[in-house]
């Protein structure tokens, strides 16, 4: 069974720093497309970095270009998110997920975490 489980996030003035984490557990980890996903109130959900299997190819939504780094550390089977320079319109909750149909793209992931909440304020 694939668990997600996100930690890392909470509250920072702008120009702070984050890291979020992702533990994964219950599939081969690194055959997966990862990716964090936010969602702020009365917002759609945005995709903000990828990383595809073997992690190579890292993809980052204009939004965060820059700002954020997504990682993993395989040994731990963990996902990262580093969000640097924060800015008030990053705050959401911000979700960690995994897929394994191969298209890394696509913003239908199969598989979510819980979600952790990030609060910039100004």
Same mark, same amino acid.
């Given at each position: 069974?694939?668990?997600? /489980?996100?930690? @890392?996030? @909470?509250?920072?003035?702008?120009?702070?720093?984050?890291?979020?984490?992702?533990?994964?557990? @219950?599939?081969? !980890? *690194?055959?997966?497309?990862?990716?964090?996903?936010?969602?702020?109130?009365?917002? @759609?959900?945005?995709?903000?970095?990828?990383?595809?299997?073997?992690?190579?190819?890292?993809?980052?939504?204009? *939004?965060?270009?820059?700002?954020?780094?997504?990682?993993?550390?395989?040994?731990?089977?963990?996902? !990262?998110?580093?969000?640097?320079?924060?800015?008030?319109?990053?705050?959401?909750? !911000?979700?960690?997920?995994?897929?394994?149909?191969?298209?890394?793209?696509?913003?239908?992931?199969?598989?979510?975490?819980?979600?952790?909440? /990030?609060?910039?304020? *100004?």
């Amino acid at each position: 069974q694939v668990q997600l /489980v996100e930690s @890392g996030g @909470g509250s920072v003035q702008a120009g702070g720093s984050l890291r979020l984490s992702c533990a994964a557990q @219950g599939y081969t !980890y *690194s055959r997966y497309c990862m990716a964090w996903f936010r969602q702020a109130p009365g917002r @759609g959900r945005e995709r903000v970095a990828t990383i595809y299997p073997g992690g190579s190819t890292t993809l980052y939504a204009d *939004s965060v270009k820059g700002r954020f780094t997504i990682s993993q550390d395989n040994a731990k089977n963990t996902l !990262y998110l580093q969000m640097n320079s924060l800015k008030p319109e990053d705050t959401a909750m !911000y979700y960690c997920a995994t897929d394994g149909r191969g298209f890394c793209q696509r913003m239908d992931y199969n598989y979510w975490g819980q979600g952790t909440q /990030v609060t910039v304020s *100004s």
